[in-house]
């Protein structure tokens, strides 16, 4: 079974705590993604998982077994990693092979495996080939193939296309997900690129400085984002955050202003028993690009409000065009209809749907729900 | 203009720089001279016989080329009161230098994998001491060696030199194959563990492989320095068992009557040749080793 289970996991390298106590429950066939800043400690996370790294504290279990004092080799376990970390002076049949050569798997079982990998991967004119003589992509599929003839209960992946172009990254991004829903295995992936983040996982876990600040399916961790650090790191481009002060002028309203003048945003309607107790203090509010659009454009939106500002600059990135303008002192942007994109330095009349509009604590950092 | 211009070749433009460059090629000529001077008058002393040697100049070239020095300094020439001439010497050479380089680069090999590739709490302490080694003049430990080889009761045999040039090897194999596992991406020792394979597994077959660049450094160094060695060689062997260094001198020292000058030549030119052999055919490897690991990328 390819269940995982992290209890109160700690590692510590002299005084420096890299991760700080994590509990994480991984049910079998989950493709879990690990995602966060540089030295958030989402490698390490995964090193332990795997053995490689010893654990400071706590317990990790694979399966029904607890495998903290148990080797790499014997933890069922395939790794990807981000160098490849193919064994140059050797083939790649011997790459592939290395892991039962070394198990002393019989022959004939080593060519059956061999050949069910090599077919998957479409790698089979490869084979007599050293890593050196591969493209980047190739490389990249003997490192998979290596995992795969393991044939483990969990594989993981650490930053395993970080190394290759963009477009090589998207059709391999596209060939790992097949490839999981084929062998319905269970995966831990580190990235630190949330597009991959987001289109991989059954879940996501955002890491920040050792700890998770929020593990959920990567709709809710888009949508329901805990806290401003989630908030900011998961979307492409990044989500507006614009301090307010929240008023009572016709309603509950977030007085944004700037040099401008002065915007009063409605309050979210299934916020505002939440948000009056902010009344005459600062909020956060959270708008995501796709949510700003140009007056009258807003699809099904049920608050929409509009509101005016100059345009800085004019990004066209082909379905959409991006508008960016200040709100607030901060920069935000617009996702319009190509056609709706207007010259640098006008007025623009922007529409936002308050319903997919956030709002945040800046005191906790945390988000306003309705129950809270 | 000349007709043929031949591409990256800089040409001088104006008349100063004509002048520059002919006092360059001049210096450099100059330096070369001095640098091949010795080495011609030493293959050219060799090859004359006493009598032309006695009549001519140093720099003049052999009139009648004759082997018959070298002959005498291979096996005729007196060291000491032993009328053999070199070859002895030379197989106690190779007794000594073929065993120590092998295993000096063999545990070094092993020491720059552990400590690159199994770092352990004071690795980098214990490879600062190791370097430390490398930088010990020899004269320091002579005595404390020998009383050492006393009480192993390897004085004055070529084993107990042996043992001595391989552990005095050790700080610099360590050091150049250190300095190469540094280099190999730690993945392929954590891919390999994840494989099963333990220790020396990563070591014989996944290590050793990939470093022929620094194994041909490493015993093109310990080979030279070992080989050319004087002082361990006089100081730890008695007679029968010096290294040829040791012979050499002792072979020019011991002449009696006419001193013959071109038996010395010869005999230093037959005590040079194993390294000069050593550079010949490993250096090639050696080449196409760094060029083996510029492609691979």
Known sequence: ?372 | MSARQIHGIVRATSPLNTFLRLLLFAILGLFALYYLMPLFVMIATALKPLEEIRTGTLISLPQEPTLEPALRAWDSACVGVRCEGLKPYVWNSMAMVIPAVIISTFLGAINGYALTKWRFRGSDLIFGLMLFGAFIPFQVVLLPMARTLGILGMAGTVPGLVLVHTIYGLAFTTLFFRNFFVGVSDGIVQAAKIDGAGFFGIFFRLMLPMAPPAIVVTVIWQFTQIWNDFLFGVAFTVGDSNPVTVALNNLVASSTGVKEYNVDMAAAIIAAVPTLIVYVFAGKYFIRGLAAGAVKG
Not at chain 1, 20 to 32: A, L, N, Q, R, T
Not at chain 1, 151 to 170: G, H, M, Q, W
Not at chain 1, 184 to 195: E, F, M, P, S
Not at chain 1, 348 to 365: I, N, Q, S
């Open chain 1, 1 to 372: 079974m390819g269940k995982v289970r992290l209890d109160n996991v700690w590692k510590r390298f002299g005084s420096n705590e890299v991760i700080k106590g994590i509990d994480m429950e991984i049910e079998d066939g989950e493709f879990v993604v690990l995602v966060g800043p540089s030295g958030c400690g989402k490698s390490t996370l995964l090193n332990l998982v795997s053995g490689l790294e010893t654990l400071s504290d706590g317990d990790v279990h694979i399966g029904e077994r607890k495998v903290n004092d148990i080797a790499p080799k014997d933890r069922d376990i395939a790794m990807v990693f981000q160098s490849y970390a193919l064994y140059p002076t050797k083939t790649v049949e011997e790459n592939i092979t290395f892991g039962m050569v070394t198990r002393r798997v019989p022959k004939e079982e080593r060519q059956k495996a061999l050949k069910e990998v090599t077919d998957l991967l479409h790698i089979e004119m490869l084979l007599d080939r050293k890593p050196g003589q591969l493209s980047g992509g190739q490389r990249q599929r003997v490192a998979m193939g290596r995992a795969l003839v393991r044939d483990p209960e969990v594989f993981l992946f650490d930053e395993p296309l970080s190394n290759l172009d963009a477009k090589l990254r998207v059709e391999m991004r596209t060939e790992i997900k097949k490839l999981h829903q084929r062998l319905g295995k269970t995966i831990i992936y580190v990235t630190h690129d949330q597009v991959e983040a987001m289109s991989l996982a059954t879940r996501i876990a955002v890491m920040d400085a050792g700890t998770i600040r929020q593990i959920a399916p990567p709709e809710e961790i888009y949508e329901r984002p805990v806290d401003l650090f989630v908030a900011s790191f998961i979307g492409s481009p990044a989500m507006a955050l614009v301090k307010g002060k929240v008023v009572q002028s016709d309603g509950l309203k977030l007085d944004v202003t700037d040099e401008e003048g002065t915007v009063l945003f409605p309050i979210p309607r299934e916020l505002t028993a939440t948000a009056k107790s902010f009344l005459g203090r600062e909020l956060i509010l959270g708008l995501r690009p796709e949510s700003i659009v140009k007056e009258g454009e807003q699809r099904g939106g049920r608050q929409t409000f509009a509101f005016e500002r100059r345009i800085d600059v004019v990004e066209p990135t082909g379905p959409d065009t991006l508008i960016i303008f200040t709100l607030g002192g901060v920069e935000a942007i617009a996702r319009v209809h190509p056609e709706d994109k207007a010259p640098v330095d006008s007025m623009y009349r922007f529409e936002v749907d308050m319903e997919r509009a956030k709002l945040f604590d800046p005191e906790t950092g945390k988000r306003l729900s309705a129950s809270s």
